[in-house]
């Protein structure tokens, strides 16, 4: 690319063709104002705030949208730009409300800002009052377009970073302002309130609904997100050791870049509930070791408050004697996916060092980790290394299962851009979703022959399709593989219409999928469709043989995406706190892996398998499980079956829970002890890219709670453990020393990769002596159980996640401003469905399966076929997952926890 060398304010410069001045400037530490500009958004030169001059020709220019020229000579502070940008300034202002005073931008008002740095006190200019009317219907965003100076940031962010098109300009000259179609209020548009806009704006045109503080925060740091896996980066504003307000980062290379979701921006209301836990608590008649009874303070057998020491000595006791009087499998530990990796670590080497048991697991097995252990043991890991930014460099993108504008809404902004770019984007589902408005095909699987979708079928399906036209590539199959004869003639046996009818796709649809995807490295997405689904480990077999045989394993713009549910899924299967996997996802049944450990850890590891999270559950049902810990984990709303879980705990002869709020499984718990929240301690978590990223606490923890880590030390300490974890960067130490996938944690900058293979992130290609194999051609034929065929319940029932509410609903629960004020977790039906049944919208219906039921109102659809309901999950305690039957997922015998067969029922109104 030409190079091209200029001059800015006597400082030369060279810099490739097609540079802006602003950006060569900037290069130069030289400063621009301006209003309108954002490194993440096409430049539109709209506030003429960032002029500059010409030292030759004396030409006035915007420095955003005026390509360098060689040889120029710019000046960008003269007498002559100074007064330009004045008058700039002052024609603004006085169109602007004189409201500063009690306007929650305060100080962080770019105009006010710029204003007070050109000297401008009052304008001397006639006032041009330009009155508009307050919107603050929705519970997230007050839009005071009085205060708007048409930067168009707003817009822009909408329409090239989330990609939605709620809002663009209406009307012209005076009364131009950017709002929906019809100038309707938010709440009325397609608008998803990821609040891109809001933190977008430089005036207090846009600010956020906060009824529990309306002014500027005092101080700011930086974090990630709790939620869902993608680990956006925060700026969190805090008052008075209270956090009030969240926004992007807007630091470099960070996954969400000037973007959040609408959980990320407005629902950490959690933080500051009054249901938060503050102190230790014993429940009245729990013993210890020595039979002592703790001292209570009432009769009601409920809990009382106790010291660190107390309850911790009755932590160690209780288990201790547990294991002593029934041996080492009568205990488990139930970690969590939202705790970080240092927190994991610890917690899983206390169970397997000071207990001697395997029985470790963690929230990430709801999220379908058996198939996710599938796809790492048939790749080696290769698979871990995907960032997201490879899916807008990507030659096709297929999604399968995945409805990420709801559960991972960052990922759907990079699918959605790579669309805008001209990437074919597949989408495979049995309901149409955000996505499939953008897509180049969607293979709609809700008319095949099976109640369920049938991914098997539709992968192998165009598998043999692209063979057929000889769209494989050879030179990756015979350098990386083997065993692709096998396949190929497992292939050569499936019939295009036998493929037509199982998946309900028509057979020319097929046709031109394969060769939209013909001769292409493929970035695939997977979500819940496939990772809970009764197929889904033959459905993942699929995929790895369609990614090998495409070449599209290894490389930059290809790939398998795996949607992490929560922040740190991958991180927690990282440190251990599985039952089948010691840190670095090295499986228990390799002996050399577990002889090393031995060793690290002086303390012998069994060979045998522990119990998962359902393990746990079925075991304590048995009476074979006596005592439990669970940190940072509300099993009683997250499994399916929640009385059944609930009277499995109760049979336990001890429970521990170690939380930051005042849940269903705090409430049946001997001992609760505090932890702190994400934004009140430091740590790690590793993001679903491979992204490991470390944060500080932004406050301090409520009352006296403390952070999980230091929990765990006190805990560990008690036992004997000699190893005393006294700091955050002695948990650290250890890891980096023993965990070679983790060797750059926290090195040198807050944000790290992990290495696979000798692999990080970076490398464009393959690096690996591993040779994948080809599995052979499978179906789902004879999987698909009775349960998924009951002709008493006619209808498939999908679960899946709104972008308002997430996980079980434990933490969004506490967010007062968490769902759109018409949206309450309404099931949604056909019209042809409600039209039949006479069901109308806003309708109460009970519906059921063998396993449960549940009670909520309706919402009509057309995203959905006759004979399928979408039931969102986190609503109403998770009510859902009644409707669910608990089995071991990733079985021949589990339906899965996708979908499930059940009856629904119109509740007449009767007055009372």
């Known amino acids: 690319m030409e190079s091209i060398t200029l001059s800015i304010d006597g400082k030369n410069i060279t810099c490739s063709a097609g540079t802006s001045i602003l950006n060569a400037a900037q290069e130069l530490e030289i400063k621009i104002p301006t209003l309108c500009h954002h490194p993440d958004l096409k430049p539109v030169g709209a506030c003429r705030l960032c002029l500059v001059e010409d030292e030759e020709t004396g030409r006035i220019m915007a420095s955003c949208v005026t390509p360098v020229a060689p040889k120029m000579s710019i000046l960008t502070d003269t007498d002559r730009i100074k007064t330009h940008r004045r008058n700039i300034i002052r024609l603004m202002m006085a169109e602007h409300p004189e409201s500063c005073v009690v306007c929650s931008k305060g100080n962080r008002c770019r105009l006010r800002q710029f204003a007070a740095q050109l000297g401008i006190g009052e304008t001397n200019l006639y006032p041009m009052p330009n009155y508009k009317t307050l919107e603050q219907a929705n519970p997230f965003i007050i839009r005071d377009l009085s205060k ?12 090239e970073l989330v990609v939605v098109g709620a809002i663009d300009y209406n009307l012209r000259g005076f009364k131009s302002r950017p709002t929906t179609v019809h100038d309707r209020g938010l709440e009325q548009s397609n608008c998803t309130f990821c609040g891109t806009c809001l933190s977008m704006c430089p005036t207090g045109a846009l600010s956020q609904n906060n009824k529990s503080y309306i002014s500027t925060p005092a101080l700011e740091a930086l974090s990630v997100c709790g939620f869902c896996g993608v680990g956006c980066n925060l700026a969190m504003g805090y008052t008075a050791n209270r956090i009030v307000e969240v926004n992007p980062s807007n630091q470099q290379d960070t996954v969400n870049g000037a973007t959040l979701c609408v959980r990320g921006h407005f629902a950490h209301d959690f933080l500051n509930s009054g249901e938060r836990l503050t102190q230790p608590l014993i429940r009245q008649d729990t013993a210890d070791a020595n039979n002592k009874i703790v001292p209570a303070l009432d009769a009601n057998n409920t809990m009382v408050p106790a010291s660190w020491d107390e309850a911790i000595e009755v932590v160690a006791d209780r288990l201790l004697k547990i294991k002593s009087e029934n041996g080492p499998q009568s205990v488990a530990f139930l970690g969590s996916s939202k705790c970080t990796n240092e927190e994991n670590y610890l917690f ?21 980790r058996p198939v996710m252990n599938l796809l790492d043991k048939r790749t080696d890991g290769l698979w871990r290394l995907s960032p997201l930014a490879w899916l807008e460099k990507a030659e096709a993108v297929f999604v399968l299962g995945a409805d990420p504008g709801h559960s991972t809404p960052v990922v759907s902004y990079y699918l959605k851009r790579a669309c805008k770019k001209g990437i074919p984007l597949v989408v495979a589902d049995s309901r149409r979703t955000d996505l499939t408005d953008f897509s180049s095909a969607w293979l709609d699987l809700s008319t095949g022959n099976d109640l369920e979708p049938d991914y098997v079928a539709l992968i192998n399906g165009l598998a043999a399709l692209l063979h057929e036209k000889k769209g494989h590539d050879d030179a990756y199959i ?11 003639s497992g292939l050569a046996s499936l019939k295009l219409k036998q493929v037509s009818r199982v998946t309900g796709i028509d057979a020319n649809d097929l046709n031109a999928t394969a060769e939209l995807l013909q001769g292409k490295k493929i970035a695939f997405v997977i979500g819940s469709g496939i990772l809970l689904q009764s197929c889904g480990m033959q459905a993942m077999e699929a995929v790895i043989n369609l990614a090998l045989m495409t070449g599209s394993l290894g490389f930059e713009g290809a790939g398998i995406h795996v949607l992490a549910k929560d922040n740190n899924q ?11 996997a010691l840190p670095g996802w090295q499986l228990l049944s390799n002996d050399s892996n577990r002889r090393r450990w031995e060793q690290l850890w002086q303390t012998e590891i069994s060979a045998a398998n522990g119990l998962n999270m359902v393990g746990m559950i079925e075991e304590a049902e048995k009476g074979n499980l006596k005592g439990l810990y669970i940190m940072g984990e509300n099993p009683l709303c997250s499994l399916p079956q929640p009385d059944r879980v609930k009277k499995a705990l109760q049979k336990l002869d001890f429970i521990v829970v170690q939380d930051i709020l005042n849940t269903a499984t705090v409430q049946i718990a001997d001992v609760v002890l505090p932890g702190a929240a994400f934004a009140e301690k430091g740590g790690s978590f590793t993001n679903m ?8 606490p932004v406050v301090t923890p409520p009352g006296d709670a403390r952070p999980d880590w230091e929990i765990l030390g006190l805990l560990a300490s008690k036992l004997g453990d000699a190893k005393h974890y006294v700091s955050l960067g002695h948990v650290r130490d250890e890891i980096r020393r023993l965990v070679p996938m983790y060797e750059d944690l926290d090195r040198h900058t807050h944000t790290a990769w992990i290495t696979v293979d000798g692999r990080r992130e970076g490398d ?8 994948i194999s080809f599995s052979p051609v499978v179906s789902c034929k004879g999987e698909i159980k009775d349960e998924l065929s009951d002709k008493d319940y006619a209808f498939t029932a999908i679960f899946g996640f709104v972008r308002y509410h997430f996980g079980g609903g434990t933490r969004t629960g506490y967010s007062n401003r968490k769902l759109k004020p018409d949206f309450k977790g309404e099931i949604e039906l056909s019209p042809q469905d409600g039209k039949k049944l006479n069901i109308n919208d806003q309708d109460t219906v009970k519906v059921s399966s063998r396993h449960g039921e549940i009670k909520r109102q309706i919402r009509l659809s057309r995203r959905l076929s006759p004979g399928q309901m979408f039931i969102p999950l986190a609503f109403n305690d998770n009510d859902a997952m009644n409707l669910i039957a608990m089995t071991q997922l990733g079985e021949p015998d589990s339906p899965g926890w996708k979908t499930c067969r059940v009856k629904v029922e119109k509740i007449e109104h009767q007055d009372t």
């Open 348 to 368: 899983q080497k206390i169970a397997r060092v000071l207990f001697n048991t395997n029985n470790v697991d963690n929230g990430g097995y709801v999220s379908g």
């Open 689 to 696: 890219e491979g992204r490991i990223q470390s944060f500080g």
């Open 764 to 771: 464009k290609a393959v690096k690996t002596k591993t040779i």
């Open 478 to 488: 015979k350098q990386f593989t083997e065993g692709f004869e096998q396949y190929s």
């Open 570 to 580: 991958m991180g927690a299967q990282d440190m251990g706190a599985v039952p089948d």
């Open 148 to 159: 708007c100076i048409l930067c168009g940031k707003c817009i822009r962010a909408d329409h």
